[in-house]
């Protein structure tokens, strides 16, 4: 009977830090989710001015008069002529755009995607660090579930 009763006080004290291990990995979970998400994004934009980069080294071996294929969204295109090479629209940020020459368009573009790499860096690393937290709570949720099937079985 005391075995019995040690058994049960020994679960009961562990059941408050059992569900607060299971909060803490949930929370740690739907940030991951969080972040993962956010990475997409960031990857997504450094593609984007990567692809961006590369289209302004080739405008600048063409001249005013010359036909592109121009993308317009849902795979289509249209035939248009190139009435400048030497003005480049870059949006800022803020709804607020610069006329910019290629070359300083090129500089632009490529600070931005440097700043978004570092950016990747930075939330690879937190999301390993939470992978890492998650895991060890997920070790110590382990070792209360079978200490306390472990008492149980000794109660019997």
């Known amino acids: 009977m005391?075995?019995?009763?040690?058994?049960?006080?020994?679960?009961?004290?562990?059941?408050?830090?059992?569900?607060?291990?299971?909060?803490?990995?949930?929370?740690?979970?739907?940030?991951?989710?969080?972040?993962?998400q956010e990475l997409v994004f960031v990857r997504q934009a450094i593609g984007e001015h990567e692809k961006a980069i590369e289209t302004l080294k080739q405008l600048?071996?063409?001249?005013?008069?010359?036909?592109?294929?121009?993308?317009?969204?849902a795979n289509s295109s249209v035939y248009v002529t190139l009435s400048t090479t030497d003005k480049i629209i870059v949006r800022l940020g803020g709804g607020v755009s610069a006329e910019k020459d290629?070359?300083?368009?090129?500089?632009?573009?490529?600070?931005?995607?440097?700043?978004?790499?570092?950016?990747?860096?930075?939330?690879?690393?937190?999301l390993q660090k939470m992978e890492q937290e998650a895991q060890k709570l997920q070790t110590r949720l382990q070792e209360l579930t079978s200490a306390a099937g472990t008492g149980r079985q000794s109660q019997t």
């Open 2 to 36: 005391e075995e019995r009763e040690k058994g049960v006080t020994e679960l009961d004290r562990g059941q408050p830090e059992v569900q607060s291990l299971l909060l803490r990995l949930r929370q740690y979970q739907a940030q991951g989710e969080a972040t993962s």
């Open 60 to 73: 600048k071996k063409m001249k005013a008069g010359d036909e592109l294929i121009v993308p317009i969204g």
């Open 102 to 126: 290629p070359d300083s368009s090129i500089q632009y573009l490529t600070e931005k995607r440097a700043e978004l790499e570092n950016s990747q860096r930075e939330m690879t690393g937190i």
